[in-house]
């Protein structure tokens, strides 16, 4: 991590009535995390929960200091094979990383999934902390086997980036956020 990137630790907890069409998404969901750099990272795919999955995965993302915003993006791969983007959520990064809140602060946040044409898809549910220097360094130094960090591609590119799931397979807890309105300029910048 140099001085133009923070690194970022973020939990994808779960996401909440997820719909393609108004029709329900059951099964084959993941969720793809991108912070206005090259680099990306993807859970594991939910095979079961419903139209409630949870992954309880956490990354370590490198944010670039110029980025505004961090993307939440939940796809489904359909009985055909086909991928299908069940929606987007896009988050100020001063949503959780503000003057009034530590940097070091874990933040608990829930905001609603948009599809392509501005319509409600579901909500997701993550956590957000700017990881110290000194956080980097220790997690560094421990082996795989150890921190049951494993590296994962988002697929797209050929970089990787760092995932592991934490806890329990559910989620039951109480997240809060505020969502961000949908932006039809953001379409056109993916």
């Known amino acids: 991590m140099g001085e133009s990137s923070k690194t970022l630790e973020i939990t994808v ?9 108004q029709n ?63 929606g987007v959520a896009r988050i100020a990064i001063s949503d959780f990383l503000g003057e009034s809140v ?12 948009r599809n ?10 993550f956590s957000a902390r700017v990881k110290s220097p000194e956080e980097d360094l220790c997690s560094e130094e421990k082996p795989e086997k150890e921190t049951g960090v494993k590296p994962r591609s988002c697929g797209m590119f050929e970089n990787e980036v760092m995932g592991v799931q934490i806890g329990e397979k559910n989620a039951y807890g ?6 961000v309105w949908w932006n039809n300029s953001y379409r056109a910048n993916i």
């Open 116 to 125: 392509w044409d501005g319509g409600r898809s579901g909500i997701i549910n």
């Open 13 to 21: 907890i779960s996401a909440e009535n997820l719909s393609v069409n």
């Open 102 to 113: 530590p940097e070091s602060s874990l933040q608990f946040l829930r905001y609603s999934l």
């Open 174 to 179: 109480v997240v809060t956020g505020i969502p």
């Open 24 to 86: 329900p998404v059951t099964e084959n969901v993941y969720v793809i995390v991108r912070t206005e750099s090259i680099k990306c990272c993807k859970t594991s795919m939910a095979r079961e929960g419903g139209s409630h999955p949870s992954w309880n995965e956490k990354f370590l993302m490198e944010m670039p200091m110029h980025a505004k915003s961090i993307t939440f993006e939940v796809q489904c791969k359909m009985s055909t094979g086909i991928v299908k983007s069940v």
